[in-house]
C-alpha cells in the first residue's frame, strides 16, 4: 500500500506532505503491519509526545519489522514514560540563556534563532521535545527583538536558524528574516539546522534557494541524518540542488541504541552522505531528557565505534563525537 502511493507521494507539495503526516499510532501501526501489541504503550508515550511522521519518511520504514531504524525514532514507547536517574526536562539549561524570547546565545560569536517552534517529524529522543515553545513563539515583532539583540553585539558573526525546525516557517518569512540579519553589518554567516531536507525533501523549493543565497551571507546547511536508509534519491536530489547553489553542507547525527550504534551503520552513512554531497560533522551523545533514556549509549562504547571508525574511513568522514553540558561554552569533545 505504502509503495503503490510512492508517486503521489513524492508529486505533493511540502506544504501538502506535511499536511498528511501520520499522527496517530494506530493508524502506523496498520500501514506498517505491526503487532497491535505495541499500541497500548504508544498511545501512552504519544500522550507525552505526539506521533508525527510525515509520508516521505514513512516510505523508507521497512514493513514488518519492529526494530526498522526509522521507525524506531518515531514510533512512541510504553518505555519512555519510565523516570530515568540523571534525566530532566531541560538538561542543556537552556531557559538560562535565552535573552530575549526566541534566541538562545550561548557560544561565543555564534547565536541560535528559533525560527519556528513546529516540526515536520516528532523524533523521540528530541531535546527538545519539553521546550517551552508557547514562549518562544515567533513572528515578525518577536524576530525583532532578537534582531536587535544581535545588533546590538557585534561579537555575533554567525546566525544559526534552529527550532524546532526552521523550514517548517514559509519562504516568505524567512526571505524577510533573513534580509533583516544580512542588514547587520557584523553578522557574517547564515547556518540553517534542519531536518526537512531528511523529512520532505520537496521543501527546498527555488524559493528557499533564493532567501538562502541571495544575500551576502555566507550560507551552511547542518541536516541532522541518523541513517543512511534516510538518504534516498529524493534526499539526494534535494541535498544536489542544495550543494550546487553554493550551500555547505554538513551533517550532525545523535547517536541512538539499537538505531546508529555499529560500525556498519555509521560507516555506511558516512559514506552515503559523502555521496550526496554532505561531510559528517557531529556525533552527538545524547541530551538526558526525559523519555529518551532507553536510546543512550555508553561513552565507552560510543569512542569504541570513532576508534573502528578511524580505522576504517578517511579522517574527513569522520565526526566529531561531542556532548553538550550546560555550563561549557561549545559542544564537548568526548575523546
Ligand atoms: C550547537 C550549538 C551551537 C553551534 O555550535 P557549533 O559548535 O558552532 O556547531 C550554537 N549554540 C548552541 C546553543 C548550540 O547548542
Ligand atoms: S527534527 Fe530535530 S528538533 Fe524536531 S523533533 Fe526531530 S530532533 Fe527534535
Redesign the pocket.
Known amino acids: 500500500m505504502i509503495t503503490r502511493s510512492v508517486a503521489t507521494v513524492d508529486s505533493l507539495t511540502w506544504q501538502e506532505q506535511l499536511a498528511t503526516s501520520i499522527r496517530d499510532p494506530k493508524q502506523l501501526l496498520n500501514m506498517l503491519g505491526l503487532d497491535t501489541s505495541l499500541l497500548d504503550g504508544a498511545l501512552n508515550a504519544h500522550e507525552d509526545f505526539p506521533l508525527r511522521v510525515p509520508l516521505p519518511y514513512l516510505q523508507r520504514i521497512a514493513k514488518g519489522d519492529p526494530n526498522d531504524p526509522l521507525l524506531r525514532q518515531v514510533l512512541p514507547l510504553g518505555s519512555e514514560l519510565l523516570a530515568a536517574p540523571g534525566y530532566s526536562d531541560d538538561p542543556l539549561d537552556e531557559q538560562n540563556s535565552n535573552p530575549v524570547p526566541g534566541l538562545v546565545h550561548k557560544y561565543h560569536g555564534r547565536v541560535l534563532l528559533i525560527v519556528s517552534p513546529n516540526?515536520a517529524?516528532?523524533?523521540r529522543y528530541?531535546f527538545?521535545r519539553h521546550f517551552p515553545y508557547q514562549d518562544n513563539k515567533p513572528g515578525r515583532s518577536e524576530w525583532q527583538h532578537a534582531l536587535d539583540y544581535i545588533a546590538n553585539d557585534s561579537s555575533i558573526r554567525e546566525v544559526i536558524y534552529s527550532?524546532?525546525?526552521p523550514l517548517a516557517t514559509s519562504d516568505k518569512q524567512l526571505q524577510w528574516l533573513t534580509e533583516q540579519v544580512a542588514s547587520i553589518k557584523h553578522v557574517q554567516r547564515l547556518r540553517v539546522h534542519t531536518?526537512l531536507p531528511i523529512v520532505i525533501p520537496n521543501r527546498i523549493t527555488d524559493s528557499c534557494l533564493q532567501w538562502l543565497t541571495s544575500t551576502r551571507l555566507i550560507p551552511s546547511m547542518v541536516i541532522?541524518s541518523n541513517h543512511p536508509n534516510e538518504l534516498d534519491k529524493e534526499v539526494a536530489n534535494a541535498l544536489y540542488r542544495l550543494k550546487r547553489a553554493g550551500v555547505t553542507l554538513l551533517n550532525q547525527t545523535v547517536l541512538l541504541s539499537g538505531i546508529n550504534d555499529t560500525l556498519s551503520a555509521l560507516q555506511q552513512l558516512s559514506e552515503r552522505l559523502f555521496e550526496v554531497g554532505v561531510l559528517p560533522y557531529y556525533l552527538h551523545q545524547l541530551d538526558r531528557i526525559n523519555g529518551a533514556a532507553h536510546f543512550e549509549v555508553t561513552d565507552l562504547r560510543a569512542k569504541q565505534l570513532i576508534a573502528e571508525l578511524t580505522a576504517a574511513l578517511p579522517g574527513y568522514l569522520v565526526p566529531k563525537l561531542v556532548r553538550e553540558i550546560p555550563s561549557a561554552n561549545s559542544k564537548v569533545l568526548i575523546l
Do not use: P, S, T, V
Request: hydrophobic residues 10%; positive net charge.
Open positions: 516540526c517529524i516528532n523524533c528530541c527538545r527550532g524546532g525546525d531536518r541532522h
